[in-house]
């Protein structure tokens, strides 16, 4: 019982050359293992948090002198290392999973996997086709969100566009009017990066590219001369004499819904304030 009274302790010198020890140990880990992959984020930083809450507990136990303090105290200071080691882990494993964190995190893997494409896919896609088209049409109406801005036939009359500075384009303005312009890679360079200082965002992250791709064929049988020659484009023509719903006018039905309308809103704010 003599250990654990409150009175002040005289902690022996040698316990401070043993914490010191420990620490210098416990450092030299720290650095190794921070060269080291345990194979997952989560590992790291629950081998990081472990040998932080070592340390800290040396510190407290020996030098501070908590080894001889009562065992309420001793309780206390353990469990507040515990659940901060706890807290911490939680807190970096949720930072990790964050978008700006993208180097070498699993998150990204998954992003970029899922946005990756061969360059013969990316060669095949940049031809149009019946299926691209369609594919382009479902999601400019729907899921892609385009159609609120830039209307269901492509005119620049979406609900959400209107309060917007430029106008969203009108597809059927003819090539020279174009901000980027109607080539292909026009359009998808228009669709990765977005038009800066305008409401047209980039969609690299939530559209792959053949997706985009898809939306540029698309596009493209709206616009009059999507060579900016002033001339029909014969291969667009032959695709939506095949398929002849391609391309016509949705009714209000079948305005898309989601995201981009907060995007819209968003910006619609921005210009008020202005
Ligand atoms: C928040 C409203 C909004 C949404 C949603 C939106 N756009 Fe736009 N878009 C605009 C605006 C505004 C412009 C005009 C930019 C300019 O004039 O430079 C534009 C321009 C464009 C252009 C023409 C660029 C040029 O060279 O002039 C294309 C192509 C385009 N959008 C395609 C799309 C597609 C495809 C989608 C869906 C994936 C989409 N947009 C979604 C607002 C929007």
Same mark, same amino acid.
């Given at each position: 019982?003599?250990? %654990?009274?409150?009175?002040?302790?005289?902690?022996?010198?040698?316990?401070?050359?043993?914490?010191?020890?420990?620490?210098?140990?416990?450092?030299? +880990?720290?650095?190794?293992?921070?060269? =080291?992959?345990?194979?997952?984020?989560?590992?790291?930083?629950?081998?990081?948090?472990?040998?932080?809450?070592?340390?800290?507990?040396?510190?407290?136990? =020996? =030098?501070?002198?908590? !080894?001889?303090? &009562?065992?309420?105290?001793?309780?206390?200071?353990?469990?507040?290392?515990? =659940?901060?080691?706890?807290?911490?882990?939680?807190?970096?494993?949720?930072?990790?999973?964050?978008?700006?964190?993208?180097?070498?995190?699993?998150?990204? #893997?998954?992003?970029?996997?899922?946005?990756?494409?061969?360059?013969? @896919?990316?060669? #095949?896609?940049?031809?149009?086709?019946?299926? *691209?088209?369609? %594919?382009?049409?479902?999601?400019? *109406?729907?899921?892609?969100?385009?159609?609120?801005?830039?209307?269901?036939?492509?005119?620049?009359?979406?609900?959400?566009?209107?309060? /917007?500075?430029? %106008?969203?384009?009108?597809?059927?303005?003819?090539? &020279?009017?174009?901000?980027?312009?109607? &080539?292909?890679? &026009?359009?998808?360079?228009?669709?990765?990066?977005?038009?800066?200082?305008?409401?047209?965002?980039?969609?690299?992250?939530?559209?792959?590219?053949?997706?985009? /791709?898809? *939306?540029?064929?698309?596009? !493209?049988?709206?616009?009059?001369?999507?060579?900016?020659?002033?001339?029909?484009?014969?291969?667009?023509?032959?695709?939506?004499?095949?398929?002849?719903?391609?391309? @016509?006018?949705?009714?209000?039905?079948?305005?898309?819904?989601?995201?981009?309308?907060? *995007?819209? +809103?968003?910006?619609?704010?921005?210009?008020?304030?202005?």
């Amino acid at each position: 019982m003599s250990d %654990k009274h409150d009175n002040h302790h005289i902690v022996p010198l040698s316990y401070y050359y043993f914490t010191l020890g420990g620490l210098l140990v416990l450092t030299a +880990i720290t650095v190794g293992v921070s060269y =080291f992959n345990f194979g997952s984020m989560a590992a790291n930083l629950a081998v990081a948090m472990a040998i932080a809450s070592a340390k800290a507990s040396l510190v407290l136990f =020996f =030098f501070m002198g908590l !080894r001889w303090d &009562s065992a309420l105290n001793r309780g206390t200071m353990v469990a507040t290392i515990a =659940f901060l080691a706890v807290f911490f882990f939680f807190v970096g494993a949720d930072l990790g999973y964050r978008e700006e964190w993208e180097s070498g995190t699993k998150y990204a #893997e998954v992003k970029s996997a899922a946005a990756a494409a061969s360059m013969a @896919e990316i060669k #095949e896609w940049e031809r149009p086709s019946p299926d *691209l088209v369609a %594919k382009g049409k479902e999601l400019y *109406l729907g899921a892609g969100g385009c159609a609120t801005c830039h209307g269901n036939a492509g005119k620049g009359d979406g609900i959400a566009g209107g309060a /917007l500075n430029p %106008k969203p384009r009108n597809f059927e303005d003819n090539s &020279s009017a174009w901000t980027n312009g109607t &080539s292909v890679q &026009s359009i998808y360079v228009t669709l990765t990066s977005g038009i800066k200082g305008t409401g047209m965002a980039g969609y690299q992250a939530m559209l792959s590219p053949k997706d985009r /791709l898809a *939306l540029t064929h698309f596009i !493209r049988t709206i616009i009059p001369d999507p060579q900016g020659n002033g001339k029909v484009d014969a291969q667009y023509a032959s695709i939506l004499k095949d398929k002849d719903s391609i391309g @016509e006018e949705g009714g209000a039905s079948s305005q898309s819904k989601g995201i981009p309308i907060d *995007l819209a +809103i968003d910006q619609m704010l921005k210009e008020k304030k202005k």
